[in-house]
C-alpha cells in the first residue's frame, strides 16, 4: 500500500491539460475528456504499478493533454524481463477495460452512446501505443527487441532511425486520413520533437548507461562476453560494445603470443573515477 501511495504521489497534471478541459466544457465535449483522462491514467498507472513494483526509481508520472508519461531512472541495465513487463503491463490495462465498459452497459450505468465513445478511444489508445514508435509502448518493444541482438549504443539508434521512418509513414497517412484532426497532429509533433531530443541526447544516454553499469547494483548478466581490442582504441569505442545482460572481458593482444585481459569495470573506473576520457587503453597500460 505505501508503495501505491508514492507512486500515485508522483502524478503530475500539465497546465495544458487544463486548457483542454477548458475547451472540452465550451464545445460540448467535456465527457469525451474526462473517458481519455480516464483511460490515459489507468494506463499510465499500469506502467508505474509495476515498475514500483520491482523498486524502479520513478521520477513522475505526468498527463498531458494528448496522452501521458511514466518516467524512470533506469538507464537499460534492469532485466529484460522486467522491462518487457514493465512496457507490456500499460497496454493490458485496456484489456480489462473492454470487460469493464461491457459489464457498465449491461447493467444500465452507461447509456449506448457513452459505451461507443469508451471502446473507442479505449481502442484507440491501445492500437496507438502499440505502434513501433518512439516513445511510444511499441518503439519501447523494438528497442528491447534490438539489444538482444546489437550493443545499448547501436540499439538505441537503429531503433531511433526505424523509428523516425515509421514516423513519417504515418505522417502521409495522416494527410490524407486525417488532414484536419487537430489533436492527432498534436501528438506527431510531440512525437518528432522527441526524436529529435532523443537523438540529440543518444550520446548522453549512453554514458547514463555506463554510469549505471558502473555504480549500479541491480543488473542482470546472462552471459560472459569477449571483446577483442587493440592498443589505438579509446575507452569510448570499447564502451560503444557494450551490451545489456552481459559482462565483458576485454582481451587486448600484445603480439601473437601474448595478450592481457581486463574486466569491464577496470575500464569504467579509468573512465569516470580516473577521469582518462580521451584515453586509449594502451595509455591505460602505460600510467
Same mark, same amino acid.
Given at each position: 500500500?505505501?508503495?501505491?501511495?508514492?507512486? !500515485?504521489?508522483?502524478?503530475?497534471? %500539465?497546465?495544458?491539460?487544463?486548457?483542454?478541459?477548458?475547451?472540452?466544457?465550451? =464545445?460540448?465535449?467535456?465527457?469525451?475528456?474526462?473517458?481519455?483522462? =480516464?483511460?490515459?491514467?489507468? %494506463?499510465?498507472?499500469?506502467?508505474?504499478?509495476?515498475?514500483?513494483?520491482?523498486?524502479?526509481?520513478?521520477?513522475?508520472?505526468?498527463?498531458?493533454?494528448?496522452?501521458?508519461?511514466?518516467?524512470?531512472?533506469?538507464?537499460?541495465?534492469?532485466?529484460?524481463?522486467?522491462?518487457?513487463?514493465?512496457?507490456?503491463?500499460?497496454?493490458?490495462? %485496456?484489456?480489462?477495460?473492454?470487460?469493464?465498459?461491457?459489464?457498465?452497459?449491461?447493467?444500465?450505468?452507461?447509456?449506448?452512446?457513452?459505451?461507443?465513445?469508451?471502446?473507442?478511444?479505449?481502442?484507440?489508445?491501445?492500437?496507438?501505443?502499440?505502434?513501433?514508435?518512439?516513445?511510444?509502448?511499441?518503439?519501447?518493444?523494438?528497442?528491447?527487441?534490438?539489444?538482444?541482438?546489437?550493443?545499448?549504443?547501436?540499439?538505441?539508434?537503429?531503433?531511433?532511425?526505424?523509428? $523516425?521512418?515509421?514516423?513519417?509513414?504515418?505522417? $502521409?497517412?495522416?494527410?490524407?486520413? !486525417?488532414?484536419?484532426?487537430?489533436?492527432?497532429?498534436?501528438?506527431?509533433?510531440?512525437?518528432?520533437?522527441?526524436?529529435?531530443?532523443?537523438?540529440?541526447?543518444?550520446?548522453?544516454?549512453?554514458?547514463?548507461?555506463?554510469?549505471?553499469?558502473?555504480?549500479?547494483?541491480?543488473?542482470?548478466?546472462?552471459?560472459?562476453?569477449?571483446?577483442?581490442?587493440?592498443?589505438?582504441?579509446?575507452?569510448?569505442?570499447?564502451?560503444? %560494445?557494450?551490451?545489456?545482460?552481459?559482462?565483458?572481458?576485454?582481451?587486448?593482444?600484445?603480439?601473437?603470443?601474448?595478450?592481457?585481459?581486463?574486466?569491464?569495470?577496470?575500464?569504467?573506473?579509468?573512465?569516470?573515477?580516473?577521469?582518462?576520457?580521451?584515453?586509449?587503453?594502451?595509455?591505460?597500460?602505460?600510467?
Amino acid at each position: 500500500m505505501k508503495r501505491i501511495t508514492e507512486v !500515485f504521489n508522483k502524478v503530475s497534471i %500539465h497546465p495544458l491539460f487544463w486548457l483542454v478541459v477548458g475547451i472540452g466544457i465550451l =464545445t460540448g465535449r467535456f465527457l469525451e475528456v474526462i473517458i481519455l483522462f =480516464t483511460i490515459v491514467f489507468i %494506463h499510465e498507472m499500469g506502467h508505474a504499478v509495476t515498475a514500483s513494483y520491482f523498486r524502479w526509481r520513478i521520477k513522475k508520472i505526468e498527463l498531458l493533454p494528448f496522452g501521458g508519461v511514466a518516467e524512470v531512472d533506469e538507464y537499460g541495465n534492469r532485466p529484460l524481463k522486467e522491462e518487457l513487463l514493465v512496457i507490456i503491463s500499460g497496454p493490458i490495462q %485496456h484489456l480489462w477495460l473492454f470487460g469493464l465498459f461491457y459489464c457498465l452497459f449491461t447493467f444500465g450505468l452507461i447509456d449506448e452512446s457513452t459505451y461507443h465513445l469508451c471502446l473507442k478511444h479505449n481502442m484507440s489508445i491501445f492500437l496507438f501505443n502499440l505502434l513501433p514508435i518512439w516513445p511510444l509502448d511499441g518503439g519501447k518493444l523494438v528497442f528491447l527487441s534490438m539489444s538482444l541482438k546489437f550493443p545499448f549504443s547501436l540499439a538505441h539508434r537503429y531503433t531511433l532511425l526505424s523509428s $523516425l521512418s515509421m514516423t513519417c509513414l504515418f505522417v $502521409l497517412l495522416s494527410i490524407f486520413l !486525417f488532414p484536419f484532426h487537430l489533436n492527432l497532429w498534436i501528438v506527431i509533433a510531440f512525437v518528432l520533437f522527441t526524436h529529435y531530443v532523443e537523438w540529440k541526447q543518444r550520446k548522453f544516454a549512453h554514458i547514463r548507461f555506463l554510469l549505471e553499469r558502473y555504480y549500479g547494483k541491480n543488473r542482470e548478466i546472462t552471459k560472459l562476453k569477449p571483446i577483442v581490442v587493440n592498443k589505438s582504441d579509446q575507452l569510448i569505442d570499447i564502451f560503444a %560494445h557494450f551490451c545489456r545482460g552481459c559482462k565483458h572481458q576485454i582481451i587486448l593482444k600484445i603480439n601473437e603470443r601474448e595478450q592481457k585481459t581486463f574486466d569491464e569495470n577496470e575500464l569504467l573506473h579509468a573512465y569516470f573515477s580516473e577521469k582518462k576520457v580521451n584515453s586509449t587503453i594502451g595509455e591505460i597500460l602505460s600510467y
